[in-house]
């Protein structure tokens, strides 16, 4: 039961955080590409979940550990955005705007894949080997493709950057 309550917090944090991302901060009302963005982000763990979890007991300790990371990394990786923006770019003044669609793609475009947060050297590697060597070209990958090249729990990273796209 615990883990199920602790599960349920890492997907309320994670709206939150997308809430924030994609909400009025910046006095901008959410485009449907936002709320697109932010069902299929949930709709990825909820699709997920009655294979991991029956009547509050995990039934799959695989899918539901994948689901654990896979949220952790989203919301990790959707929170690092703003501020690996804010970064090179002075003029900001610690603030971007990341509710534009064309922005975030502009921002996974010069991020590199191994600046991504839970993708590590090896991982890395792998990707690069694969011809992926930025966020964006992760984002744009075929999910099927990359779930045939990786365990679970790489795929698992590399989707939460999928989820972004």
């Known amino acids: 039961m615990n883990n199920q309550k602790s599960f349920l917090k890492r997907i309320a944090s994670i709206g939150a955080v997308l809430f924030l991302i994609t909400g009025s901060v910046f006095a901008q009302t959410t485009t449907s590409g936002d709320a697109k963005q932010l069902w299929q ?22 899918e539901y550990a994948e689901m654990l990371d896979f949220t952790e990394n989203a919301g990790t990786f959707l929170q690092s955005l703003p501020e690996h923006a804010s970064k090179p770019w002075p003029k900001t003044g610690g603030v971007v705007d990341l509710t534009d669609k064309v922005r975030q793609r502009k921002l ?30 992760l984002a744009d990958a075929d999910p099927e493709y990359i779930r045939q090249q990786f365990s679970n729990h790489y795929f698992g990273r590399c989707k939460a950057v999928m989820a972004t796209a």
């Open 108 to 137: 996974l475009a010069l991020l590199p894949v191994d600046e991504v947060w839970g993708i590590g050297g090896k991982l890395t590697k792998r990707l690069q080997q694969l011809g992926i060597n930025t966020a964006l070209q």
């Open 41 to 62: 982000l949930l709709d990825y763990v909820a699709v997920d979940y009655s294979g991991a979890v029956a009547d509050g007991v995990i039934i799959s300790e695989a």
